[in-house]
């Protein structure tokens, strides 16, 4: 491990280097603004000198608040350099979550993208004993605002040039003092349980996944990528901070949220990852798109994706595709596979990666048979991102991948997956009992997620191991593994199934209320809110439809039976999700227990109150009688 | 220290019906300054003869120290006032980009001929214009509309939109008609800030007529009242709730609260 760089030194190196490359770019004013790695490091410099002036010390905390903005990759970097520890938090936090965080983390320095995120935190200020300084980058709105423990992020750069003209070399001398072994990030998990755990991630675990992702995938210096998924999430850290110091390719920053799917059309970026959700919203589009074209066009799309589909089925049996189809592709290419990918901003694209949940088999095929090259990756916070992921030519729906090298794999105990190798995080931040519960004294970290590996090798994830259980009949019960079949459904956006010592299984349904929407819309169907929309007969029975659909690649046992629609989203802010729409399983359960009662007592409505946390942190209630339908024909019988 | 704007006295009638009678105001530079009353008192009347719209019948209007009470529209937005109106006027085919650099339109020097040819000198224009326009899309966070044209967007993105349209003249006096008319709770806020923003950073003098008595009260440095044409009231938010002809105007006489009108 000796033979590691710290990542301050891989900005020394790139400043060296690479000086005159574009590092960053920032749509700004409708252009992208580059900025070369010699930019990048004096910028770092200069703000880490700013903060060291106003007292950051070794091991202090700075957690960066906003959307993905060069300035705010450049604060973490800074404080990395001064051998302090970055802790990046989500931008959409309501008040009680990012309170928690910053106390737990001790986070002395917050930089803080907009007037908006400023003003969450001066709410806060009086909550937050550790907090000594808070910076903003954009100044628009905040003339009226003084405190002297406030500072635009252009005054810290201005002190950082003073100070280091009185310093000479202090830069540098920091920088020789990091150790490998140093923590550089927080990555707080937003877990399904309980409040937040921080995990510390070393040099050492970061440029380790680094590498590991290099020597898996096809890397290069002249890549360019789009960063646009929110800066706490550990693969924005590993993928957008870490690879782009370790390699020197240029990373993108969209102009704001709503603009990111024009951008990437823009930019071509040479590799995407996205979750599925942003898959399926691409899908959707191109969908839409196609069924409102006319005739002969569309009649042209619809055929030659047909062929493309029936190609991908061919090769991923391993079978020869025939002569004559393989003329369609060449002519689909140049008519419609090619100007597909181009619209979507993936025609420069060699790799585009899924993760954090299940993406639909039918989707998945739809993208590789236009030419995208999307596979599966897998991994969790603690192992720094990276556990597995898809080689080119084993590309597959259904696996996690294969374990990268140098990351070893065991099934434990009630199938839970194991993981070892230098990714392995140092610990849960002051939290050592959470930590030993997790990682065993020989480095294995038990990841809390049941799966197998495949004949191929390759890593199956079932579900979370905790939440496998049996049904009254003694059939096991994998809860998302019945969501997942579920929510591939265009219709249904979130899904969550009991019956863990039940007879049957049942599922809480929210339907997405764009895809329904338009669908009530073409047929007449009227309605004014969310609440109306998912409560209509016509609505009801769409996804009975669906349901049953799902259910027929469910095994008998595991069918869902009975269900309701939600007359909500589940919702972060109301805790019942995290921020990366993983169930709160447990905390549902309590919620809706009226909901769960009436499924089994077989009555045919319930009285749902359902408590709403609005973005300003108020609470207010719903109440609703919610009809529980029957999937079969017939109503089942306990 | 004299106003930057000066209304002296000014009348005006349609027919027989006096729309505006002998109302004063002065604004001095930087100020915000809302105008209120009930349907009818002759608030548009009032900003329609500051834009130039209409010319008062009798009394005054000094902008800058210069008489412009019978200037027209054209010369009075070049003078640096600016308006958006109370029914959108967007050009609905045109693109949210064009709007705004029409908007630009009075700083423009370029013949139709140059351009036409669109090299050199015409060109460094576009570029500058360009960047001011791409200022005020940044400043009202419609950088996804840019390419949207007009008469797509929702109702409070095109008064959104209509804003940055009156900004991009680069106005010193910016007067705006009902504003947040017609706009949900939230599009209310972002208006509410977006005014309030213009004002502080930019300095910019602003004349508003809103019917929203929360934000009124909430963003302005001074009210003045106009009940049937006639000033009533003109003073801080806090001395103008307080007065009690102001409440007689809105609430009328020993009427029951629930029967106000004032949104």
């Given at each position: 491990m000796a033979d590691r760089l710290t990542l301050p030194r891989y900005l020394l190196r790139n400043a060296a280097q690479y000086a005159g490359r574009p590092a960053i770019r920032e749509k700004d004013r409708g252009i992208w603004q580059t900025f070369t790695w010699r930019q990048y490091h004096d910028h770092v410099r200069d703000i880490a000198l700013g903060l060291a002036a106003l007292g950051f010390k070794r091991g202090d905390k700075l957690s960066v608040i906003g959307d993905n903005r060069p300035r705010l990759y450049w604060s973490q970097v800074a404080a990395i350099c001064l051998g302090g520890v970055s802790v990046p938090v989500y931008q959409d936090s309501i008040a009680k979550e990012l309170a928690y965080v910053l106390n737990h983390a001790e986070v002395a320095v917050v930089v803080a993208e907009d007037q908006e995120q400023v003003d969450k935190i001066l709410a806060l200020k009086d909550t937050l004993p550790t907090l000594r300084l808070l910076?903003?980058?954009?100044?628009?709105?905040?003339?009226?605002?003084?405190?002297?423990?406030?500072?635009?992020?252009?005054?810290?750069?201005?002190?950082?040039?003073?100070?280091?003209?009185?310093?000479?070399?202090?830069?540098?001398?920091?920088?020789?003092?990091?150790?490998?072994?140093?923590?550089?990030?927080?990555?707080?998990?937003?877990?399904?349980?309980?409040?937040?755990?921080?995990?510390?991630?070393?040099?050492?675990?970061?440029?380790?996944?680094?590498?590991?992702?290099?020597?898996?995938?096809?890397?290069?210096?002249?890549?360019?990528?789009?960063?646009?998924?929110?800066?706490?999430?550990?693969?924005?850290?590993?993928?957008?901070?870490?690879?782009?110091?370790?390699?020197?390719?240029?990373?993108?920053?969209?102009?704001?949220?709503?603009?990111?799917?024009?951008?990437?059309?823009?930019?071509?970026?040479?590799?995407?990852?996205?979750?599925?959700?942003?898959?399926?919203?691409?899908?959707?589009?191109?969908?839409?798109?196609?069924?409102?074209?006319?005739?002969?066009?569309?009649?042209?799309?619809?055929?030659?994706?047909?062929?493309?589909?029936?190609?991908?089925?061919?090769?991923?049996?391993?079978?020869?595709?025939?002569?004559?189809?393989?003329?369609?592709?060449?002519?689909?290419?140049?008519?419609?596979?090619?100007?597909?990918?181009?619209?979507?901003?993936?025609?420069?694209?060699?790799?585009?990666?899924?993760?954090?949940?299940?993406?639909?088999?039918?989707?998945?095929?739809?993208?590789?048979?236009?030419?995208?090259?999307?596979?599966?990756?897998?991994?969790?916070?603690?192992?720094?991102?990276?556990?597995?992921?898809?080689?080119?030519?084993?590309?597959?729906?259904?696996?996690?991948?294969?374990?990268?090298?140098?990351?070893?794999?065991?099934?434990?105990?009630?199938?839970?997956?194991?993981?070892?190798?230098?990714?392995?995080?140092?610990?849960?931040?002051?939290?050592?009992?959470?930590?030993?519960?997790v990682v065993e004294a020989d480095g294995w970290f038990h990841t809390g997620d049941a799966g197998f590996v495949d004949p191929r090798g390759h890593l199956v994830i079932i579900d979370r191991a905790k939440d496998v259980g049996a049904l009254a009949d003694g059939s096991a019960f994998a809860p998302q593994f019945i969501e997942n079949k579920l929510k591939f459904s265009p219709y249904i956006r979130e899904a969550v199934a009991f019956g863990d010592a039940k007879p049957f299984v049942a599922a809480m349904v929210a339907i997405d209320p764009n895809t329904v929407g338009s669908w009530a819309e073409r047929r007449g169907v009227a309605y004014t809110s969310y609440h109306d929309l998912s409560q209509k007969p016509e609505v009801r029975a769409l996804v009975r439809d669906e349901i049953r659909r799902g259910n027929e690649t469910l095994p008998e046992a595991q069918q869902v039976r009975r269900f309701l629609l939600l007359t909500k989203d589940l919702d972060a802010d109301d805790a019942e999700i995290t921020r990366t729409r993983k169930v709160r399983r447990r905390y549902v359960a309590e919620k809706y227990a009226p909901v769960i009662d009436a499924f089994y007592a077989r009555r045919d409505t319930v009285e749902l109150a359902t408590s709403v946390t609005y973005e300003d942190g108020r609470q207010g209630t719903l109440r609703a009688t919610v009809h529980i339908e029957d999937v079969a024909e017939t109503p089942v019988h306990v | 220290m004299s106003a930057l704007l000066e209304i002296r006295e000014v009348s005006k009638s349609f027919g027989g019906v006096q729309a505006v009678t002998k109302v004063s105001l002065d604004v001095q530079g930087g100020e915000l300054v809302s105008v209120i009353g009930p349907n009818g008192a002759g608030k548009t009347t009032l900003l329609n003869m500051i834009s130039g719209f209409y010319h008062p019948d009798r009394g005054h209007i000094v902008l800058a120290g210069a008489d412009v009470s019978h200037a027209a529209p054209s010369r009075i937005a070049e003078l640096g006032v600016a308006r958006t109106f109370q029914n959108i006027a967007l050009f609905r085919g045109m693109t949210v980009l064009d709007n705004l650099m029409l908007g630009r339109h009075v700083h423009m020097k370029t013949g139709v001929l140059g351009a036409f040819v669109y090299w050199g000198l015409a060109q460094k224009e576009e570029v500058v214009h360009r960047r001011r326009v791409e200022d005020i899309i940044d400043f009202l966070r419609i950088q996804d509309l840019r390419r949207r044209p007009c008469g797509s967007l929702a109702y409070g993105l095109q008064k959104r939109v209509e804003l940055g349209r009156a900004l991009a003249l680069d106005p010193k006096v910016l007067l705006l008609d009902e504003p947040m008319g017609g706009c949900n709770h939230e599009e209310k806020e972002d208006m509410a800030r977006f005014i309030l923003d213009v004002n502080e950073e930019w300095g910019t003098t602003i004349i508003l007529i809103e019917h929203d008595m929360g934000v009124v009260m909430d963003i302005s440095d001074r009210v003045a009242v106009l009940d049937m044409g006639i000033k009533i009231s003109d003073g801080t938010p806090a001395e103008v709730r307080a007065n009690p002809q102001v409440i007689k105007a809105y609430l009328g006489d020993a009427k029951p609260a629930t029967e106000r009108r004032d949104g």
């Open positions: 910076v903003y980058e954009d100044p628009r709105g905040m003339l009226q605002y003084r405190f002297p423990w406030l500072r635009s992020l252009e005054e810290v750069e201005e002190l950082g040039r003073r100070f280091g003209a009185e310093h000479p070399g202090y830069f540098q001398a920091e920088i020789d003092q990091g150790r490998v072994d140093d923590v550089a990030l927080f990555a707080y998990t937003s877990g399904t349980t309980g409040s937040p755990k921080g995990a510390m991630l070393t040099h050492a675990n970061l440029v380790a996944t680094g590498e590991t992702l290099s020597a898996a995938e096809d890397i290069r210096l002249d890549d360019d990528w789009l960063a646009y998924l929110p800066m706490a999430w550990i693969g924005d850290s590993l993928y957008t901070l870490v690879m782009n110091l370790m390699v020197g390719f240029t990373v993108n920053c969209p102009e704001s949220p709503e603009t990111v799917q024009r951008d990437l059309r823009e930019l071509g970026p040479s590799a995407v990852l996205a979750p599925p959700r942003i898959w399926e919203n691409m899908l959707t589009g191109v969908q839409v798109r196609a069924a409102d074209a006319h005739g002969i066009k569309r009649r042209v799309f619809e055929r030659f994706r047909d062929a493309a589909e029936r190609a991908e089925i061919l090769r991923a049996e391993g079978k020869p595709v025939p002569l004559g189809l393989r003329l369609a592709l060449a002519l689909g290419e140049f008519f419609v596979y090619g100007p597909v990918r181009d619209q979507l901003g993936l025609r420069r694209t060699r790799w585009a990666y899924t993760g954090g949940a299940p993406l639909g088999p039918d989707t998945f095929r739809f993208f590789r048979s236009f030419g995208i090259n999307l596979k599966q990756i897998y991994g969790s916070t603690e192992v720094t991102g990276l556990v597995s992921l898809q080689p080119d030519a084993e590309a597959n729906p259904t696996t996690a991948g294969r374990p990268c090298p140098g990351v070893e794999v065991k099934i434990g105990d009630k199938g839970e997956v194991l993981v070892r190798g230098a990714g392995v995080f140092k610990g849960y931040f002051k939290n050592d009992d959470a930590t030993r519960e | -």
